[in-house]
């Protein structure tokens, strides 16, 4: 007598268009997270960032080779003045300065009378940005045989600045003198849109100097 095999269950099979649309549904959660990973590494970053910046000292009284300036911002040539007139340096070097502007011209401008510091200031003109400056500044530094500066700038553009004067005069010292515009609100800078607005900017660009001192 014959046995009759059970019969074989069936499995159903989802069409080939549903299977692609569940892995492209995973793919996309997973494309989700990171990005809400990412995001939220980068707003770490910024409240870093800006914590930081306020942490940053004052600047000392030690004597440096050279006082640097670094046009843009109020406040900063006046701060690189007092130093060279307070003798933390025996000379100062303003770089980016725009073409046709003399010495005289900056001291009437920042109301120093021409012929007080006149003698111990140096311009640089080749500079337009951040990189320039310390391009510039280091050219500069390596004909004069300095090894040691004080750098002047905005205490919002202080951690860039230090990358890339690290990244090309790796074997100076440089002391950091951040200036502090008033218009600039680093407390509760997050109700101040101006304020915040410069921040986010600063940072994002202080992670490309990051990105490009790591790359060399």
């Given amino acids: ?43 770490g970053g910024l409240v870093w960032f800006v914590d930081r910046i306020a942490a940053i000292p004052p600047g000392d009284g030690r004597t440096t080779d050279a006082i640097v300036v670094l046009t843009g911002g109020s406040g900063r040539l006046a701060a690189g003045l007092r130093l060279l007139a307070a003798e933390r340096a025996d000379k100062l070097f303003v770089s980016g300065v725009y073409h046709g502007v003399d010495v ?26 951040t990189v320039g400056n310390a391009r510039e500044t280091a ?24 990358v890339e004067f690290h990244r090309v005069l790796p074997q100076a010292e440089i002391l950091p003198h951040p200036v502090a515009p008033s218009v600039v609100r680093l407390e509760e800078w997050w109700r101040w849109p101006g304020t915040t607005a410069l921040l986010v900017r600063e940072y994002n660009k202080y992670l490309v100097s990051l990105a490009r001192a790591w790359l060399s």
């Fill in 1 to 43: 007598m014959a046995m009759s095999l059970p019969p074989v269950p069936r499995v159903a099979v989802p069409p080939i268009s549903f299977r692609r649309r569940s892995g492209r549904a995973r793919w996309l959660r997973r494309l989700s997270a990171a990005g809400v990973l990412l995001v939220a590494a980068w707003a």
């Fill in 104 to 129: 005289a011209e900056l001291l009437r401008v920042s109301r120093r009378a021409p012929g007080e510091l006149e003698c111990c200031i140096v311009l640089g003109y080749r500079a337009d940005d």
């Fill in 139 to 162: 050219a500069w530094m390596t004909a004069e045989g300095y090894r040691s500066l004080r750098l002047v700038t905005a205490n919002y553009h202080m951690p860039r600045s230090l």
